[in-house]
């Protein structure tokens, strides 16, 4: 299967979907999409003045364009992030354009696909907000709330399995990934770079902690406007002076890590991967996107146990509580095909910020059970 990725959208839609070779699979976006179906929706996205513009989604949004390819975005920074919202536990923001949620996994011809919405601030993480702080109304504080990563999508990525994902998807660096690539190389590219690298600064470390647990084939990141390739090697465990093999057959033994650039001249902000899926799944031989079986369960799990906002952070150092969830777990989703249920709510003419109802988010609600 032929991938494209690009790093960050930016709006750009009409130039990616141009310059993608014409046989791609599919096309993994990794954030900053600004999914703007009206000026309205501009209100909701942290994004200075001389870059605010509407962009081309919208015109997915209405039908007047068709997306030509299965395309799978995470949510970065830059986002239309009341929308974002109304589609938390992931759905199509236009036909064939799907939305992975604040943690989310599909299946797509065989391949396992997940991604988590968002970039780091110490200070949030560490102090996160009550739910309903990230609903609207949205003041210009309480907006960034959404895309900042909490402690609950923490938990719900380690609830995922260990190698079994062909690809995940952070905006943000996964924190230290530069030191598993050509360093010096990306130091001399983006000099500014140097001071967070020395302090341990550049990145997610949630991310950083979910690659490390999950150990997909391939990891994807924008963010950054760079390119940048990485290879963290699971295998070989330094053990004294000896180098100790310590994996089962079934394990993936390294994660390649892909960043790609923002749209631009000069910048090269689509990457082309081949794959092979490796899973006997029934979406093989489907041309539908597909749930990741225990999905579901990790959100309704993590929702229902994890009521207050510091729940996750203070049980997270020994763990206890992620063990006492991955217990509980049952694993038991059947397979089912996400329904191809898109429909628009929004009014393109609408000019000030509002809240729309998500008939895609409450039959997934319906479907699972899920009350939050
Ligand atoms: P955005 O497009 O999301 O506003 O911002 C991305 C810009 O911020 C890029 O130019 C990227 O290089 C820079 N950037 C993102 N994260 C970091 C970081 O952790 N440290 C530094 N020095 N620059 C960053
Ligand atoms: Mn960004």
């Not at 095909?337 to 910020?353: G, H, M, R, W, Y």
């Amino acid at each position: 299967m032929k991938i494209a990725i690009n790093g960050c959208c930016h709006g750009e839609l009409n130039t990616i979907y141009s310059l993608i070779p014409f046989d791609t699979d599919l096309l993994i976006i990794c954030g900053d999409f600004q999914a703007f179906r009206n000026k309205g929706d501009m209100e909701a996205a942290l994004i200075p003045n001389k870059y605010k513009r509407m962009g081309d989604f919208h015109d997915y949004y209405t039908g007047e364009r068709e997306a030509p390819v299965v395309t799978i975005v995470v949510g970065g920074n830059h986002e239309s992030l009341s929308y974002l919202q109304e589609l938390r536990y992931g759905g199509w923001l236009a036909p064939s354009i799907y939305y992975l949620g604040e943690v989310g996994a599909v299946w797509y011809k065989g391949l396992l696909i997940g991604g988590v919405l968002g970039i780091f601030n110490w200070h949030l993480f560490s102090h996160p907000p009550a739910a309903s702080d990230e609903l609207p109304p949205y003041t210009a504080s309480s907006v960034r709330l959404v895309y900042h990563t909490k402690p609950r999508q923490l938990a719900k990525g380690m609830l995922l399995p260990r190698s079994q994902f062909d690809i995940f998807i952070s905006h943000d660096w996964p924190n230290g990934i530069e030191h598993y690539g050509n360093l010096g190389q990306l130091i001399r590219t983006k000099p500014y770079f140097e001071p967070d690298i020395a302090n341990l600064r550049l990145g997610l470390p949630v991310a950083m902690a979910l690659l490390q647990h999950i150990r997909p084939r391939y990891w994807c990141s924008g963010h950054m406007h760079v390119m940048y390739e990485a290879e963290v090697d699971f295998a070989a465990k330094v053990n004294a002076n000896e180098i100790e093999l310590d994996m089962d057959d079934e394990e993936i033994p390294s994660t390649r890590f892909i960043a790609v650039d923002k749209p631009g001249r000069k910048r090269k902000f689509v990457s082309v991967i081949e794959m092979q899926p490796v899973h006997a799944h029934p979406s093989l031989n489907s041309d539908s996107l597909w749930y990741y079986e225990p999905m579901a369960e990790i959100n309704l799990i993590v929702n229902s146990q994890i009521t207050a906002p510091t729940d996750v952070f203070e049980n997270i150092s020994g763990w206890s509580l992620l063990e006492k969830l991955r217990s509980n777990l049952k694993n038991q989703g059947v397979a089912r095909v996400i329904p191809d249920n898109f429909t628009p709510v929004a009014s393109a003419e609408a000019d000030t910020l509002a809240t729309y109802p998500s008939p895609q988010t409450d039959a997934y609600r319906k479907l699972f059970g899920i009350i939050a």
